[in-house]
């Protein structure tokens, strides 16, 4: 029997790409995952009868983390299905790149409201309803540190996300709970690829030491280490998965 057979999880945007993997991953390991989506459903739940005929444990969930009643439906069914939450993997994001000049009211509050608000809302959540001796593991990135043009608001709310594990694995921590972040680097998803062309995917490969993008089975990898057995002294911290592009 799994050391974690009797744990269950939350992965947010788990239709598709990184967060797929990641409930595959801690599906094999023994953990009963809720698959969330926004839109997705089709590829939702045909990952949750992947999972199911490999003998795991899935249910897929309709929430979009930026409204403010979602994450809470995340736990409600969580606790419904599986009795409770001892994972949260906060993954679901969006990335509009522009400009600061350039971007409007809408975008700029649409991206504060997936990736810090839903972070946020996911983060409470789990310290009210959580289980304790959890694992809350939140999704940064590693262009936060890079400054580059284009990505002031996507990286202002992935550092917002950074500051925000930093306090919470300090208030959470009394009851053995880690808060953890992951900083992923390229990897080939749609997020990434969208609107990019083959030569600028090229340029980006060549910057990496290893010549590729990530893949998502290499993201699933350091979070089913965060929220496994083996990472209880890993706390407050950001694990930059990216290759060593930085």
Do not use: C
């Not at 003998?55 to 969930?61: E, I, Q, S, W």
């Not at 509050?109 to 310290?127: P, T």
């Amino acid at each position: 029997m799994s050391q974690q057979s009797k744990q269950s999880a939350i992965v947010t945007g788990a239709s598709k790409g990184i967060g797929a993997a990641i409930a595959e991953r801690l599906a094999a390991n023994g953990v009963a995952v809720v698959v969330n989506y926004a839109h997705g459903q089709e590829a939702a739940e045909a990952l949750v009868g992947e999972i199911e005929s490999a003998g795991g444990k899935a249910v897929a969930v309709q929430a979009d983390i930026g409204d403010p009643q979602g994450v809470a439906r995340l736990f409600d069914a969580a606790e419904k299905t599986f009795g409770g939450v001892d994972i949260l993997v906060n993954n679901a994001g969006i990335m509009k790149l522009g400009s600061v000049a350039e971007v409007d009211d809408a975008t700029f509050e649409r991206q504060v409201a997936i990736n810090l608000g839903g972070v946020f809302r996911g983060m409470r959540e789990a310290a009210r309803r959580m289980r304790n001796n959890g694992r809350i593991i939140s999704f940064s990135s590693s262009v936060v540190g890079l400054y580059q043009p284009s990505y002031a608001v996507y990286a202002a709310t992935k550092a917002a996300v950074e500051a925000m594990t930093h306090v919470l694995a300090k208030e959470l921590g009394p009851r053995g709970i880690t808060v953890n972040a992951v900083a992923p680097g390229p990897v080939a998803t749609e997020l990434f690829l969208d609107g990019k062309s083959d030569a600028q995917v090229a340029t980006i490969e060549k910057m990496n030491p290893f010549g590729r993008l990530g893949q998502p089975d290499d993201i699933a990898s350091v979070v089913a280490f965060l929220a496994g057995p083996d990472s209880g002294w890993v706390n407050g911290q950001v694990i930059r998965a990216n290759g060593g592009v930085i």
